[in-house]
Structures are given as C-alpha cells and as structure tokens.
T-cell receptor, first 113, second 115 residues
Framework: DQQVKQNSPSLSVQEGRISILNCDYT??????FLWYKKYPAEGPTFLIS?????DKNEDGRFTVFLNKSAKHLSLHIVPSQPGDSAVYFC????????????FGGGTRLMVKP | ETGVTQTPRHLVMGMTNKKSLKCEQH?????MYWYKQSAKKPLELMFV???????ENNSVPSRFSPECPNSSHLFLHLHTLQPEDSALYLC??????????????FGNGTRLTVT
C-alpha cells in the first residue's frame, strides 16, 4: 500500500501560468516532506522541503503548502517556465526514521512555451 | 555535477553474470543509500548505511549485496539477477545526526538491463 501518492501522472501548463502539483499521504507519523525534480537521464534533485510545524514554505518561484489535517501537500510553481518541465516527486519521512524517505510515483510536468 | 557519482551509467548483464555498481560521494556526508526505480513505480529504498554501518535492509533479495567500505563509497554487488530486476538504480547520500534533516543528494543512476 502506497503511503505517499501523487494521483496525477502528468500535468500540462502554459508558460507563465501557475503549476500546482499535488501529493497525499496516509502515514500520520510523517513530519517532514520534500519535493524532488528529475530530468531524463539524471538523478532526482532536491527542490524544497517543509516541516510539519509549518504550513507553507517559499523559495523563489516555488512554494510548498502543507495541510496536515487533510494529509495533503502541494507544490506551486509560478510563473512556470519551459525549463521546469520534468518529473516531480513528493517524498516524506517520519521523525526518528532518519532520512529514509518514502516517495510518491511522480508527476510529469510539461510547460508549453 | 551532483556531488554523487555513479558508475557505470548503463549496464547490460545476463542472469548468470556477476557485476557491481559503484557510487562515490564528494559531499562529506555520513550516510549513503541505494534506491531502485522500476518502470511506473515509486522509488524504493533498498539499503541504508549510516557511518558505514548498514542500518536498513528493506527486504531486498540476497542476489543484491551492498558494501560500504567507507563513508564516501558504496557498492551494490549483483549476481544471478532476474529480468524483473531491470531498473534504474540510484545512489544517494546525506548528512544525518541529531536534529539534522539533510535532503538526499542523488547520483544520476545506473540503468540496469538483465537479459
């Protein structure tokens, strides 16, 4: 049973508009959440994270929102750029589990010029 | 340059072969990981090494054998694999410690095909 789910396998957005990628989790012990971005033929690269003591974290064009009661987080990219086209993975870890991450299946984002 | 280097980038091997995947990190981290990414499946954690000691074996078959001679190097020894073991194998490193939540840094992976 997948504890971290990304229900949209793909998303297409126009350049300049907002991209919203969603992630749901089931394990209430998760308290640290990350987003990774992956280009073809490369490994995932860390993008942004959020601790469960916060509900929002912003870094430039990227903002992650956490709704603990709904066990849902989202990544907003605004404005979206063609270079943002990649697969985005949501990941979570539980306190005391070190850095053992549980990953979602990924969402492929395509930003059209 | 990710700071985590994996070799080879591509590997094709028969089911009776023995091969090894290599990973080296130049980030001064104290933990290293092997992840597996199969087609249409999430990344799956295979092994974790903290300070060269294996702390996690995520029910991985014995035909996969990890080795961590020091905190900068990690190997995955492969023998008598099955075609379903074909996947992208990703190495990662991070800094772990009390109160530390360092993100994982991944290598570019080894694309393994078992024929």
């Amino acid at each position: 049973d997948q504890q971290v789910k990304q229900n949209s396998p793909s998303l297409s957005v126009q350049e300049g508009r907002i991209s919203i990628l969603n992630c749901d989790y089931t394990n209430s012990m998760f308290d640290y959440f990350l987003w990774y971005k992956k280009y073809p033929a490369e490994g995932p690269t860390f993008l942004i994270s959020i601790s469960s003591i916060k509900d929002k974290n912003e870094d430039g064009r990227f903002t992650v929102f956490l709704n603990k009661s709904a066990k849902h987080l989202s990544l907003h990219i605004v404005p979206s750029q063609p270079g943002d086209s990649a697969v985005y993975f949501c990941a979570a870890s539980a306190h005391g589990a070190g850095n053992m991450l549980t990953f979602g299946g990924g969402t492929r984002l395509m930003v059209k010029p | 340059e990710t700071g985590v280097t994996q070799t080879p980038r591509h590997l094709v091997m028969g089911m009776t072969n023995k091969k090894s995947l290599k990973c080296e990190q130049h980030l001064g981290h104290n933990a290293m990981y092997w992840y597996k990414q199969s087609a249409k499946k999430p990344l799956e954690l295979m092994f974790v090494y903290n300070f060269k000691e294996q702390t996690e074996n995520n029910s991985v078959p014995s035909r996969f054998s990890p080795e961590c001679p020091n905190s900068s190097h990690l190997f995955l020894h492969l023998h008598t694999l099955q075609p379903e073991d074909s996947a992208l194998y990703l190495c990662a490193s991070s800094q772990v410690g009390q109160g530390v939540n360092s993100p994982l840094h991944f290598g570019n992976g080894t694309r393994l095909t078992v024929t």
